[in-house]
């Protein structure tokens, strides 16, 4: 179950994804409907467009500095809460796409990974057909502690994950659909098992699977995966893609996905959860822009007096300074409040525990000393640039050690690296402005109705994918 909040203003960072920030479309005073796009990408850029979740009018375009350090221009839309939105939400009239034109609707809708770093969704679509993968991995594991939005997501509406799973699988050209999910979940597991059983019949080319994992955090980062399910130790630079086969998605953004192709609703609300160590849990269905000020203001059961306010999950989130101008981003997928403990800081007493949980088998002290001493290549050697910022050895750490924060700058480096690779790998088109900016002008939905359109599109009819759209759906 979850809430739903209707905000009095949405600030809409134009950048919410990894790449850079989308340029605004509107200008102070406009008014805007639900779905209407607002900011797209710039000529030449790795991007996606970002859309409003609310109707209101446009009070604001400034630049505002993200918890994490994100400089990035924001447009801030009053709600009028009348709600209007664009005609073209609705569902999609056609029953037949090509795999181009399902990519070109995601990425239209401005949809990026729900789950980690933003990556578009399109693109990352694009490197695992260029890859010839075979598995598509869904990723319905949350782990991070507290936080439940994605299990809500396949709760309340598994025939949407699993429908996006199966036509973004058959986009990419993969034989297998893998849930991997949480040994202890077991209604979600019922729900994904009865989605499949209905849709199966439609989706005879896929094979389906649910892998149990067990219950412990971290557990979906993709390099983890990979050693479970495959055995491998993907070193930095190997993609899951080339070594596996494989590509894993979020549950959330596979529900993104199909809501795009289905139903024309482009990335603009999200299920975040609102959660405490001390008390209170809740999960919120709002517009992506809503202050978290407002999330707090909703859940009256969590103390947030003299508590940290986390954008993000207890481990690895930013602390937030200013919750009135701090929004939910396309990657929020919890606000956690959690106790101010101030432990006391000592020398390392080399209690090993800290290597011990480490989930990429680190010495995460040893790492930290090398570090510090300026041993850059040492630490690079002794693997820290494995790190994957889960934040567990400074959560164990006795001594009050912040070993998290230094090691995972120092891999953050090698992060982006990875994740550039799909620039090269993804087969794609760096967007000129021709492609984009004329068909998001004005009020202009994001999503053109690209059924039956495939004549020009240059690809073979068995590149097409038939998808069971149920007809007088209401959105
Ligand atoms: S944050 Fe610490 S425990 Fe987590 S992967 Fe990095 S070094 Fe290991
Ligand atoms: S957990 Fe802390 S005290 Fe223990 S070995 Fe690691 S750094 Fe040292």
Redesign the pocket.
């Known amino acids: 179950m979850f809430e739903r909040i209707y905000p009095s203003k949405i600030i809409l960072p134009m950048k919410m994804h990894y790449g850079v920030p989308a340029t605004p479309t509107v200008s102070v005073g406009d008014y805007v409907r639900i779905g209407q796009c607002v900011g797209v990408p710039e000529k030449g850029t790795f991007s996606v467009p970002v859309h409003s979740g609310i109707s209101g009018r446009v009070s604001d375009i400034s630049e505002i500095v993200l918890p994490n350090g994100i400089k990035t221009p924001a447009v801030t839309i009053l709600n009028d809460m009348k709600r209007t939105r664009l005609e073209s939400i609705k569902p999609r009239s056609g029953f037949k796409l090509s795999a181009r034109e399902a990519m070109g609707i995601i990425r239209d809708a401005g949809i990026c990974g729900m789950g980690g770093e933003g990556i578009p969704t399109a693109a990352k679509l694009r490197r695992a057909k260029n890859e010839a993968v075979q598995d598509f991995l869904v990723n319905c594991l949350q782990s991070e502690p507290y936080s439940t939005s994605d299990l809500v997501a396949i709760t309340e509406y598994p025939d949407y994950v699993v429908l996006g799973s199966c036509a973004c699988a058959r986009a990419v050209g993969a034989s297998k659909c893998v849930f991997l999910i949480s040994e202890n979940r077991k209604e979600q597991r019922q729900a994904l098992a009865n989605s499949i059983e209905k849709i199966k019949d439609d989706f005879k080319d896929l094979q389906f699977d649910i892998k149990l994992f067990r219950e412990r955090f971290p557990q979906g980062y993709y390099r983890l995966v990979a050693r479970a399910l495959y055995g491998k130790n993907l070193v930095l630079g190997e993609t899951l893609e080339k070594s596996c086969k494989a590509v894993l998605f979020n549950c959330s953004t596979m529900l993104a996905c199909w809501e795009a192709l289905s139903d024309n609703i482009p990335m603009m609300s999200r299920i975040v959860s609102v959660t405490g160590d001390a008390s209170g849990g809740h999960n919120m269905l709002v517009p992506i822009g809503t202050p978290v000020s407002e999330l707090l203001s909703n859940a009256q059961d969590i103390k947030n007096g003299s508590d940290r306010i986390v954008w993000g999950n207890c481990l690895t989130g930013i602390e937030v300074k200013d919750a009135e101008n701090t929004p939910v981003v396309k990657t929020t997928s919890v606000i956690s409040v959690v106790r101010r403990m101030d432990v006391p800081r000592t020398p390392?007493?080399?209690?090993?525990?800290?290597?011990e949980c480490c989930p990429m088998n680190l010495s995460?002290?040893t790492i930290?000393e090398m570090l510090n001493q300026g041993l850059g290549q040492k630490a690079a050697e002794e693997g820290a640039r494995d790190c994957i910022a889960c934040g567990c050895?400074s959560y164990?750490?006795?001594?009050g050690?912040d070993?998290t924060t230094s090691i995972a700058s120092f891999a953050g480096e090698g992060r982006i690296i990875e994740v550039n690779s799909l620039l090269d790998n993804s087969g794609a088109e760096i967007r000129t402005a021709e492609d984009v900016d004329m068909s998001y002008v004005g009020e202009a939905s994001l999503l053109e109705d690209y059924a039956d359109s495939d004549e020009d599109t240059g690809e073979s009819s068995s590149d097409s994918l038939t998808l069971p759209f149920e007809k007088d759906k209401k959105v």
């Open positions: 390392c007493i080399h209690c090993g525990l800290c290597s995460p002290n930290y050895c164990v750490c006795p001594s050690i070993l």
